[in-house]
């Protein structure tokens, strides 16, 4: 059971070039959220889905997209880089139901851009 | 909104050391809490939980207790170990958006 899986583990970016980083998770999940993780700031919300075909903007939205044309895979892009991007990204998913429920991290994406 | 405040690390002890990570929350509802850690190189897990006030949520030898009248969530360890080494994050879910809102997490170091 590979749980939440991010592709891809590290990045290197030239400041304007586009990138769209992948989540998929095997645990029929409703909910997907896509987090930065910043020194001294803890995690942010980026954008979060509650299903399949939906999204929602969270705290930090700005410069970032996302999709989720599949159950199973929440995607994130980037369509013009900055340095300020510059992040940590984790993916999490959980389901909907009580709110003690567990939420399940990714790896993570060590992206830098230059 | 919600917020989580969490003391500054990072926190150095020698192994077998009481830990105290301080955490205090700010919330419209009545949300449930936890405390998550994240090793190095990896992502975030789960280490404890709590629903509702006077809860204690434990695991591994951690605890912390809900305490609402204080809005606190303090996480508490008897003896530390070299293992332990982490950095740990205390969050908060309310019944809005279902997102977790997190703290900005403390570094904690165990030497030998």
């Known amino acids: 059971n590979a749980g939440v899986t991010q592709t891809p583990k590290f990045r290197v970016l030239k400041t304007g070039q586009s990138m769209t980083l992948l989540c998929a998770q095997d645990m029929n999940h409703e909910y997907m959220y896509w987090y930065r993780q910043d020194p001294g700031m803890g995690l942010r919300l980026i954008h979060y889905s509650v299903g399949e075909g939906t999204t929602a903007k969270g705290e930090v939205p700005d410069g970032y997209n996302v999709s989720r044309l599949k159950k199973q895979n929440f995607l994130l892009g980037l369509e013009s880089a900055a340095p300020s991007q510059t992040s940590v990204y984790f993916c999490?998913?959980?389901?909907?139901?009580?709110?003690?429920?567990?939420?399940?991290f990714g790896q993570g994406t060590r992206l830098t851009v230059v | 909104g919600n917020s989580v405040t969490q003391m500054e690390g990072p926190v150095t002890l020698s192994e077998e050391a009481f830990l105290t990570i301080n955490c205090t929350y700010t919330?419209?509802?009545?949300?449930?809490l936890f405390w998550y850690v994240q090793y190095p190189g990896e992502g975030l897990q789960l280490l404890l939980k709590?629903?509702?006030?006077?809860d204690k949520g434990s695991n591994k030898g951690f605890e912390a207790t809900y305490r609402k009248e204080t809005t606190s969530f303090h996480l508490e360890k008897g003896s530390v170990q070299v293992s332990d080494s982490a950095v740990y994050f205390c969050a908060l879910r309310d019944t809005g958006r279902r997102a977790l809102t997190f703290g900005s997490g403390t570094r904690l170091q165990v030497q030998p």
């Open positions: 999490a998913s959980t389901t909907p139901g009580a709110l003690n429920t567990e939420a399940f």
């Open positions: 709590a629903t509702k006030a006077d």
């Open positions: 919330a419209t509802g009545y949300p449930s």
